[in-house]
């Protein structure tokens, strides 16, 4: 990005969602200098990447904020970001998109859970899961329990809940209400969650219906239920991850999962991944847990597009 020039830059950041500018804001923001010849290769090594990549799903409705000024500056962000935003305003629950997991906690923290569970359907499943994890016990269980039984939310209810954070729909109130919430929406976010408080929150929504934690809990899937996935989506995950993430995360991994790795790569890499994770010294589980989330964050997205299809049990047989 930094090789592309301003005018380039701005025209590929436009199209980011806000959690992937957060992070390649904070990679830019953490540049040192970099030899000519290494540029050269990782520009001719995109290249070939990309010729082979039939088409790109973007969403270029999704804008820069606080990233670019952390990244290159305030001056320089300004204007980039005059440029990007051509002065449309951000609604009040993307806008939180834009922030820290714990400043969002502590903004909407003293709602109702109705509401909290409301604004964060509308999040991304990783984003909501850490601002759960910022808030007590109590409170993530009720919220969890609202998100599994919330079955769509009435413009209206936006509109009024916009009041505190900013206008997000406007129209006839009598239109259908959208489709967000659900068992799938919260087993997604608790799919980020893991240990402790993952323990907590099924033994609240235990308490509350057995029938409806089993339902969560069926619909989840963790690092493990890559095992489900066709050799030809494994093939396609294994090019969009890195192979010193991938180590981490299989320290993690049962001995058939690493199997099934290893069998969709070639017999040399295969051989180089089973030495590297023989090499590998002790990981915290935290790194392996937080590597296992970022792969899971890749399979979900082939399987938005639909380049991957994850098993489901019931009547559904993709996801």
């Known amino acids: 990005m930094l090789a592309l020039g301003e005018d380039e830059a ?4 436009k199209l980011l969602a806000p959690r992937e500018v957060q992070k390649l804001g904070h990679a830019m923001a953490g540049m040192k200098a970099v030899a000519y010849n290494d540029v050269e290769e990782v520009l001719a090594e995109f290249a070939a990447e990309a010729e082979r990549v039939p088409s790109f799903g973007l969403d270029a409705d ?5 990233v ?22 951000t609604s009040g629950i993307e806008s939180l998109k834009w922030l820290e997991p714990q400043m969002v906690a502590e903004l909407i923290g003293h709602e109702h859970p109705q509401i909290i569970a409301t604004i964060l359907v509308h999040l991304d499943r990783d984003h909501a899961c850490e601002i759960l994890n910022h808030c007590e016990d109590g409170l993530r269980k009720e919220v969890i329990l609202r998100i599994a039984t919330l079955d769509g939310v009435q413009p209206l209810a936006l509109r009024e809940l916009n009041e505190t ?12 209400k959208k489709p967000m919430g659900g068992i799938r929406t919260a087993a997604e976010i608790l799919s ?25 809990m069926d619909a989840m899937f963790v690092f493990e239920n890559i095992m489900e996935i066709e050799d030809r989506g494994i093939q396609l995950l294994l090019r969009e991850v890195q192979s010193d993430a991938l180590i981490i995360a299989l320290k993690g991994a049962g001995s058939d999962l690493r199997e099934k790795i290893f069998k969709n790569m070639s017999q040399r890499a295969a051989e180089m991944m089973r ?3 023989e090499s590998k010294g002790p990981v ?27 098993g489901a049990k019931g009547e559904d047989a993709f996801v």
């Open 192 to 216: 980020f969650m893991g240990g402790a408080n993952e323990a907590s929150v099924f033994e609240g929504l235990r308490s509350y219906d057995e029938d409806l934690a089993q339902k969560v």
């Open 165 to 176: 954070l900013a206008k997000l729909l406007s129209g006839n109130e009598n239109i259908k």
């Open 68 to 89: 670019l000024t952390k990244a290159l500056g305030g001056d320089e962000a300004s204007t980039l970001l005059s440029r990007i935003l051509n002065g449309n305003e």
């Open 284 to 310: 915290r589980l935290s790194e392996v847990e937080a590597q296992q989330r970022e792969i899971l964050q890749i399979v979900r997205r082939l399987a938005d597009e639909g380049q991957i299809a994850l």
């Open 62 to 66: 999704n804008y820069i904020r606080n």
């Open 10 to 13: 701005v025209e590929v950041m």
């Open 275 to 277: 030495d590297d994770l």
